[in-house]
T-cell receptor, first 113, second 116 residues
């Protein structure tokens, strides 16, 4: 079946640095990808909608300058956490696919120290 | 705005028994999809079952079935013959059906424990 691959699966970075997370659709083209954030023992919250060739759409309360999204091709969307701080530590998950089924990446556990 | 409510933060079931997880949602849309996703400790999201709102027949996937009550906006998941591998976090999710791609809206989840 269709697969969405996310990389890295985990990353530790120093406070103030930037981290890039990649989300790839391996066997289908994705004009739209979604980025979610999941805090421990909580649900997935939509951060932004990534659109190929155009600007991302961010949910209310999500800082677009902190969470930069680039969707430069039909198979790749990237989320860059800029000037990361400990409160940005979380689990980030991307998703893509048809309306009838959303395929999820493996997720990225980000720890900012 | 669409919302999804899972009123059971935790549930437990004996191995081989049946358990039902509850989910209600709120929407003014007539065409949408409902899903149950499983998230094991690996945190990989796994689709368990899907229901199209326009279909009256309840979806079934092996040991998993749903009770879809559109008028009541209820979408419960029944797991029959529970197995140890069913232990996980279960999320109910809603998605508007439209011309473009739309995000999933998730409930808060139900943690299911299976007792041997």
């Amino acid at each position: 079946g269709a697969v969405v691959s996310q990389h890295p699966s985990w990353v530790i970075c120093k406070s103030g640095t930037s981290v890039k997370i990649e989300c790839r659709s391996l066997d289908f083209q994705a004009t739209t990808m979604f980025w979610y954030r999941q805090f421990p023992k909580q649900s997935l919250m939509l951060m932004a909608t990534s659109n190929e060739g155009s600007k991302a759409t961010y949910e209310q309360g999500v800082e677009k300058d902190k969470f930069l999204i680039n969707h430069a091709s039909l198979t790749l969307s990237t989320l860059t956490v800029t000037s990361a701080h400990p409160e940005d530590s979380s689990f980030y998950i991307c998703s893509a696919g048809p309306l009838t089924e959303a395929f999820f990446g493996q997720g990225t556990r980000l720890t900012v120290v | 705005a669409q919302t999804v409510t899972q009123s059971q933060p935790e549930m437990s079931v004996q191995e081989a028994e049946t358990v039902t997880l509850s989910c209600t949602y709120d929407t003014s849309e007539s065409d949408y999809y409902l899903f149950w996703y499983k998230q094991p400790p690996s945190r990989q999201m796994i689709l368990v079952i899907r229901q199209e709102a326009y279909k009256q027949q309840n979806a079934t996937e092996n040991r998993f079935s749903v009770n879809f009550q559109k008028a009541a906006k209820s979408f419960s998941l029944k797991i029959s013959d529970s197995q140890l591998g069913d232990a996980a976090m279960y999320f109910c999710a809603y998605r508007i059906a439209g011309s473009g791609n739309t995000p999933l809206v998730f409930g808060k989840g139900t943690r299911l424990s299976v007792i041997a």
